[in-house]
């Protein structure tokens, strides 16, 4: 069979697709708490149990995988229901982060509460009744093709300026690898700092290195994470006719939400690009031997798992079937359906990168790998509702103090940017550092 073309966006076939897909699901969850608690079998204590941000910030019920379910059932069997007020407020607070979907997995096999709690986003955008600063991210995105407000996409190259990158978008030039930073490391002027030295490390250790230059714009990963279908999917289409321009390099990214978009979420639109996450290739580089890390750092540390590189991290599997009951009772699906539960995410990569940097002591939180707790910045919600955002946050903080760590270290710079300077319940706050910046001081 031939080889599909990277710009054939043809959605796969099976999964659901709009809220009214998800009616059977509605009807089935059992209330079993799996979208509230990480598994009973790995909490290590009552105070860090929780794992859904939202029904743990409000306590109520609603703002539960097992709340929006009942929510969309709600708006589907009575026509009363309105997008408006909590059912509104709980919609969209909601940081698409998957611990539900992970929770729920363990208990059920059945369930998609983070596909449903999308949907449910996807509805409130349709009917025009998503937030104006949600609105307003995703407007920037059509008009500047990235969700950082006041960026602009003429500024967009700056971070590279000096590091003598191939531009492979015309096709001029070739490359092994296209470096694909995404918004933050673009256009922060502190996270710039930390591009460049993924790109010299990676260039240090004789990787073939390109770029996309004037073509380089944002994956649209989280228009598709705040319910902005119809704008993701824009995005991806228009990456999807640069990157075949360039010959459909291998792309490296260090940013764990254009990781996620381009594995998982262009993958459900049928767009094929083979990604991999800097930390991975930089743990590569360190196990055979082309990237050696010589001097000490003398600090300990605790790793904060992103939510898109772990528990959403792992690699998409096309499926094309039909949902079934067994003996008129047991939902399945025939042929068997992939389960995400989490387990293959990217986990092992950053922490093999940290146990070869000499001196460095690394203790773990109670929430990590597939149950780590969220930063706070998904789904829109840094921009939506920075309180709760915060709030989130400070919890990760006090989590991480509560290890005795001097810093945490993580490889997204979403969680650094929200993770930075937010105090925890004791009123102190906790350095946050990339895996990049340990690993430069290291080689």
């Known amino acids: 069979m031939a080889k599909k073309s990277m710009f054939d966006m043809t959605p ?23 979208c509230k608690f990480v ?38 069997e009575d026509g009363s229901v309105r997008f408006e007020g909590q059912a509104l407020d709980a919609i969209f607070n909601c940081q698409a982060c998957g611990a539900c979907d992970v929770g729920c997995k363990v208990t059920r096999f059945n369930l998609e509460p983070l596909a449903h709690n999308i949907a449910l986003k996807e509805r409130a955008v349709e009917k025009g009744k998503a937030p104006d600063a949600l609105n307003a991210v995703a407007a920037q995105l059509a008009k500047q093709k990235t ?5 602009k996409k003429a500024d967009r190259g700056a971070w590279a300026s000096g590091l003598k990158l191939k531009d492979i978008s015309v096709g001029k030039e070739t490359a092994e690898y296209a470096f694909f930073p995404g918004c933050q490391y673009a256009y922060d002027k502190d996270l710039q700092k930390k591009a460049k030295s993924y790109v010299s490390v ?16 944002c994956c649209g990963g989280r228009a598709g994470q705040m319910g902005f279908r119809k704008e993701f999917e824009a995005q991806a289409q228009a990456n999807a006719v640069v990157w075949k321009k360039a010959g459909a390099p291998k792309i490296v990214t260090p940013c764990s939400d254009c990781y996620y978009a381009l594995k998982r979420q262009y993958a459900m639109l049928g767009i094929e690009v083979e990604v991999v996450h800097a930390v991975e290739l930089i743990a590569e580089l360190i196990k055979s031997g082309k990237l050696k890390l010589k001097k000490a750092v003398d600090l300990s540390i605790t790793y904060h798992d992103p939510c898109r590189l772990g528990r959403l991290g792992e ?14 009772q047991v939902h399945t699906w025939t042929p068997a359906r992939p389960r995400y539960a989490g387990t293959y995410g990217i986990y092992d990569a950053p922490r093999d990168v940290l146990a070869a940097i000499p001196g460095l002591r690394l203790v773990e939180m109670e929430r990590v790998r597939e149950n780590s707790w969220c930063c706070g910045a998904g789904g829109g919600c840094s921009v939506f509702n920075p309180e709760f955002s915060d709030a989130v946050a400070s919890e990760r903080v006090t989590e991480a103090q509560a290890t005795g760590a001097e810093a945490i270290v993580t490889a997204c710079p979403w969680c650094e940017k929200n993770l930075s300077g937010v105090t925890s ?8 550092v990339d895996v990049i910046d340990l690993v430069a001081k290291a080689l």
């Open 12 to 34: 796969v076939k099976g999964y659901e697709k709009k809220l009214e897909d998800f009616f059977p699901m509605e009807r089935r969850c059992s209330n079993c708490l799996g």
């Open 425 to 432: 319940e004791n009123g102190t706050a906790m350095p946050v």
């Open 202 to 217: 990676l260039k240090k250790a004789g990787v073939d290195l390109g770029w996309f230059g004037k073509g380089d714009m």
């Open 147 to 151: 969700m950082l407000p006041g960026a």
């Open 315 to 328: 690699p998409f599997e096309p499926w094309d079937g039909t949902e079934k009951k067994i003996l008129n």
């Open 39 to 76: 598994p009973f079998e790995k909490i290590k204590s009552n105070r860090f149990g929780r794992n859904c941000p939202s029904v743990w910030h409000y306590n109520f019920n609603l703002y539960s995988a097992r709340g929006r379910f009942q929510l969309g059932q709600n708006i589907l």
